[in-house]
């Protein structure tokens, strides 16, 4: 059964700690992504890799950080230093990256982080 | 990126037939149209995606004139389940996806 998992589901933080969120692809794709979604409004991009070992910022980059190991692995830390963590996170993953015409991307379940 | 406009919500009835329009005065030769459907605390999900003339999947169709320059997504006999957000989006590559707010379809029994 091929996809995207996102863990957990639901994530809950005291203010001031890191926190990490699990993103695992099966799908064999190069590119993920990591999407923001707060209340009403669209998702903003955190960043994105093309590649194994490589990523880039996206338009909200502030106080969170990626790795890229692995293929099938994107995992994100929410660092302290992200003033406004509590929202709703989207992981995605597509099988070109840039500079596919008809790329499409999917995504994960997400996953809510509430911070206390 | 092109910049896409779509309105903000939209109310149905079960049965009807659903049309959300799109423009994108700024698309670009190369960028395809491609729309997706979110479910509450769900990610996103591909339904489709067209360059010009008519596209017709076995959810929807889209509909794109001549100037591409709006495009519209066809919802044939909705039902409650359709009650969802659906994004325009307008791009030539991968990688940076812009979704704006989407239009919030609320589908009446």
């Known amino acids: 059964d091929g996809g995207i998992t996102q863990s957990p589901k639901y994530l809950f933080r005291k203010e001031g700690q890191n926190v990490t969120l699990s993103c695992e692809q099966n799908?064999?794709?190069?590119?993920m992504y990591w999407y923001r979604q707060d209340p009403g409004q669209g998702l903003r991009l955190i960043y994105y890799?093309?590649?194994?070992?490589d990523f880039q910022k996206g338009d909200i980059a502030e106080g969170y950080s990626v790795s890229r190991e692995k293929k099938e692995s994107f995992p994100l830390t929410v660092t302290s230093a992200q003033k406004n963590p509590t929202a709703f996170y989207l992981c995605?993953?597509?099988?070109w990256g840039q500079g596919a015409s008809t790329d499409t991307q999917y995504f994960g379940p997400g996953t809510r982080l509430t911070v206390l | 990126l092109a910049k896409t406009t779509q309105p903000i919500s939209m109310d149905s009835y079960e049965g009807q037939e659903v049309n959300i329009t799109c423009s994108h005065n700024?698309?670009?030769?190369?960028?395809?149209i491609t729309w997706y459907q979110q479910f509450p605390s769900q990610g996103p999900r591909f339904i489709i995606q067209?360059?010009?003339t008519k596209v017709t999947n076995e959810v929807a169709s889209l509909f794109i004139p001549a100037d591409r320059k709006s495009s519209t997504l066809s919802l044939p006999r909705v039902s409650l389940s359709d009650t969802a957000v659906y994004y325009c989006?307008?791009?030539?590559?991968?990688?940076?996806?812009?979704f704006g707010q989407g239009t919030e379809l609320s589908v009446k029994p």
């Open positions: 067209g360059y010009k």
């Open positions: 995605a993953s597509s099988i």
């Open positions: 799908l064999n794709h190069d590119a």
């Open positions: 890799s093309q590649i194994v070992n």
């Open positions: 700024n698309i670009a030769t190369n960028d395809y």
């Open positions: 989006l307008v791009y030539n590559q991968g990688g940076k996806l812009i």
